[in-house]
C-alpha cells in the first residue's frame, strides 16, 4: 500500500493562485505515473492533471495554461501549481498514484491503485 499525504488547499479569491502538494510514503512519485483529480459538489471525480514516469504530462481542457503539474522525486512529492483560478475550480482535489497499467488512461478515475485523503479547495467569485 502507498500513502499519499496531501496539503496546500485552502480558499483563494478568483485569479489567485494555489500550489497543492502530494508526498507518498514510497517512491511511487518517480517510479509510478500520478494524477491529480477534483470533485466539486454534485459533480462526479474528474482528472485534472497527470504526469508519467517520463515526464509526459496531460491536463483538462478546463485547466490547460492555467495550472502545472510537477514532481520533485528526491522528495517523493507531487504538485499542482493552480493560476487564475476561477469558482468553478472550487472542489475536493485527490492526488492518485500507479496506474493499473499503461493501457489504462491517465486522467480516468478507474486508472489508479492509490489515493490520498483529498485537500479541499474553495474559489470565491
Known amino acids: 500500500q502507498v500513502q499519499l499525504v496531501e496539503s496546500g488547499g485552502g480558499s483563494v479569491q478568483a485569479g489567485g493562485s494555489l500550489r497543492l502538494a502530494c508526498t507518498a510514503s514510497t517512491d511511487s512519485v518517480s517510479a509510478c505515473s500520478m494524477a491529480w483529480f477534483r470533485q466539486g459538489p454534485g459533480k462526479e471525480r474528474e482528472g485534472v492533471a497527470a504526469v508519467d514516469t517520463r515526464g509526459t504530462k496531460a491536463y483538462t481542457d478546463s485547466v490547460k495554461d492555467r495550472f502545472t503539474i510537477s514532481k520533485d522525486n528526491a522528495k517523493n512529492t507531487l504538485y499542482l501549481e493552480m493560476n487564475s483560478l476561477k469558482p468553478e475550480d472550487t472542489a475536493m482535489y485527490y492526488c492518485?498514484?500507479?496506474?493499473?497499467?499503461?493501457?489504462?488512461?491517465?486522467?480516468?478515475?478507474?486508472?489508479?491503485?492509490?489515493w490520498g485523503q483529498g485537500t479541499q479547495v474553495t474559489v470565491s467569485s
Open positions: 492518485a498514484a500507479c496506474r493499473l497499467s499503461r493501457s489504462h488512461p491517465v486522467l480516468s478515475t478507474s486508472s489508479y491503485q492509490y
